[in-house]
């Protein structure tokens, strides 16, 4: 079975920046898309980017211009780039790729200090 398996959460000052990876194993096929949800104490869950098997991306205007996801096909890995980093980007971070299912990532948290 697919299983997503993210890193490179932390903690980070305002207008810092964190990388967070998420891979998926367990398959030999490349997953078709791929993307990250957050998730923060009192709001609602947040679809904060995706990208497609062909490559199209798509972001939360709250990360528009800040945030840049991208994958690896080959390494069935996505990745989310994350810039000028605002405390109101904390939360926990959930990958997930769809396949036959949507799969997710265990989540990693992102802690943005003031």
């Known amino acids: 079975q697919v299983q997503l398996v993210e890193s490179g959460g932390g903690l980070v000052q305002t207008g810092g920046s964190l990388r967070l990876s998420c891979a998926a194993s367990?398959?030999?096929?490349?997953?078709?898309?791929m993307g990250w949800y957050r998730q923060a104490p009192g709001k609602e869950r947040e679809l904060v980017a995706s990208?497609?098997?062909?490559?199209?991306?798509n972001y939360a205007d709250s990360v528009k211009g800040r945030f840049t996801i991208s994958r690896d096909k080959a390494k069935n890995t996505v990745y989310l780039q994350m810039n000028s980093l605002k405390p109101e980007d904390t939360a926990v971070y959930y990958c997930?790729?769809?396949?036959?299912?949507?799969?997710w990532g265990q989540g990693t948290q992102v802690t943005v200090s003031s």
């Open positions: 997930w790729g769809t396949l036959q299912y949507i799969y």
């Open positions: 367990g398959i030999i096929v490349s997953i078709n898309d």
């Open positions: 990208i497609t098997s062909g490559g199209r991306t």
